[in-house]
């Protein structure tokens, strides 16, 4: 059959399963809109109010589903503004396919109005990138888009048409395959490693597990929670691993890293054998990369090879599949109890409980008493949280107990202000029977609250939490521990964000006390669509441990004990 350009994007799209797309027209990629008002094509469109939130809706929707998110918007500043986006989502491995207009054919080059060279400004943040400039080319560009964005590690890919290529007919046949000889997939692991994997594990007295995104996108949750239980190995996730195991198991230590758990972070100190799954070994986990993990033996299992070795060089490194390797490490893994070892681990834990801030700080309302609210309000049932970046980010890690995995969202490698809302309208969107909740910060929501329109013209049930502390919180904490309180460019006003979520009919509340806490919560959840609680907290709280720039992971800043905390205005070394 012969089709336009443009009827070939939305054919193509439902050839590859797609029932939503997020984003903004305009005058390049309008043939393309135009195809979709024929109303042939049983594809969604939300209209978000920036492109930037198209991006991260598409992102939230492939992170809550394991499908592909798609954003379109039009040439030049439609195509810019997705590139925040774009890297949020390469950073993370997310599959995203990013749809642009571009100037007609005869125009490119020559500074037409509304173009930009988006196919260069993305190749260090896509997998992959194509210009299409022949309409014979679509389908097949379509087709091959998809396959590198979620095959292998996924990542986004960005397809930019020219608009005569859109208005341009062709005869239509959609691939069947792909051959992409210079894409390099994933093997199945060497037995060899596997093996020797298995011989140091068996011989490790203080194994220590840390797993990060890959084990979620592996599907991998069940292999490493038998390891870890059938070895007795402790385990310690990445912000991105939460949900790998459940964080209830008494194996589970949490978070590790620059705001990760004190004990998490002495069990990495000081295991004899680090078996890390499905991370690389990022900044905020290891800290000084010269003292990290100084005791132990490194295994890495890593889909990436790119990824082996680029921070820390392993003993052993198993290439390929979480979920394959695993699997033929399970049974070479001997049965195994570390008393001595899991004692230790529990005493570090015992001694972090009595800092924690809410045996002491609760007369005025704290973020992390918001946070356990919540996740006492919503334990029994099944929730997504999605984060913005900042303080309560780190809180939530901290506060909220995921014991599913994908049911943390939030942007880990780039830390995107303002990913939280855009992103949880995706993730709604993809999972519309799923409670999901929007956690963010007043600087980072005020980044893309606009979206609260996208909200109510599409009618998306997003809970909707603002901590709200009238600072730039995590970059204030910064100045107070290392800039003598210097609060420059911190101090952030807002708006009545009741009157505003009002404004876009949106019921809402303002919550200033902990005894009104859970009520608030219990009323959001009661409403049949968008609800958004302004919880205005204590200015300054700081998030504990902190390992400050440029030290080791074990050179912890630590929250006082009650004992000491009374008048206390500074910060004291680690352990």
Known sequence: MRLTGGQIVWESLRREGVDVVFGVPGGAILPTFDALALGKYPIRHVLVRHEQCAA???????????????????????????VTGIATAMMDSTPMVAITGQ?????????????????????????HNYLVTDVRDLAQVFAEAFYIARS??????????????????????????????????????????????AEMINAAERPLIVAGHGVQMADATWELQQIAEKAEIPVVTTLL??????????????MGGMHGEAYANKAIQECDVLIAVGMRFDDRLTGQLDSFAPNAKII??????????????????????????????????????????????????????????????????????????????????????????????????????????????????????????????????????????????????????????TLMQEKIAVKIAIIDNSFLGMVRQWQEFFYDRRYAGTPIMGPDYVKLAEAYNIPARCVTRNEEVADAIEEARATDGPFLIAFRVKEEVNVYPMVAPGAGVGEMLRRPEPRIAQGYSGVEPSW
């Not at 080059?109 to 060279?117: I, K, S, Y």
């Not at 208005?167 to 490693?193: I, N, R, W």
């Open 300 to 453: 890495h299992f890593e889909l990436d090879p790119a990824e082996v070795g680029k921070n820390v060089k392993p003993d052993i490194a198993v290439v390929g599949d979480a979920k394959d390797s695993l699997g033929a490490l399970l049974p070479l893994i001997k049965e195994r109890r570390h008393p001595a070892w899991i004692d230790l681990i529990n005493s570090w834990r015992e001694e972090s409980r009595k800092r924690d801030i809410l045996n002491f700080e609760v007369d005025e309302l704290i973020p992390p008493f918001v946070i356990r609210q919540l996740w006492e309000a919503t334990r029994k049932d099944d929730v997504i949280i999605v984060t913005d970046v900042g303080q309560h980010q780190m809180w939530e890690a901290q506060y909220f107990v995921h014991d599913r995995p994908f049911r943390l969202i939030t942007s880990g490698g780039l830390g995107t202000m303002g990913f939280g809302l855009p992103a949880a309208i995706g993730a709604k969107v993809g999972k519309p029977e799923t409670e999901v909740w929007a956690v963010v910060g007043d600087g980072g929501f005020q980044m893309t609250l606009q979206e609260l329109g």
């Open 241 to 254: 691993g939460i949900g790998d195991i459940p964080e209830s198991h008494p194996l589970c230590l949490g």
């Open 152 to 197: 292998g590690r996924p990542g986004p890919v960005l397809i930019d048409i020219a608009k005569d290529v859109q208005q341009a007919e062709t005869e239509f046949e959609y691939p069947d395959s792909v051959h992409l000889p210079g894409l390099m997939l994933p093997k199945p692991a060497d037995p060899e490693a596997v093996k020797a994997a």
């Open 56 to 82: 991260h809706a598409a992102d939230g929707y492939a992170r809550a589903t394991g499908k592909v998110g798609v954003a379109i918007a039009t040439s030049g500043p439609g195509a810019t503004n997705l």
């Open 103 to 127: 100037v007609a054919t005869s125009f490119i080059g020559g500074d037409a109005f509304q173009e930009t060279d988006v196919t260069g400004i993305t190749l260090p943040i896509t997998k």
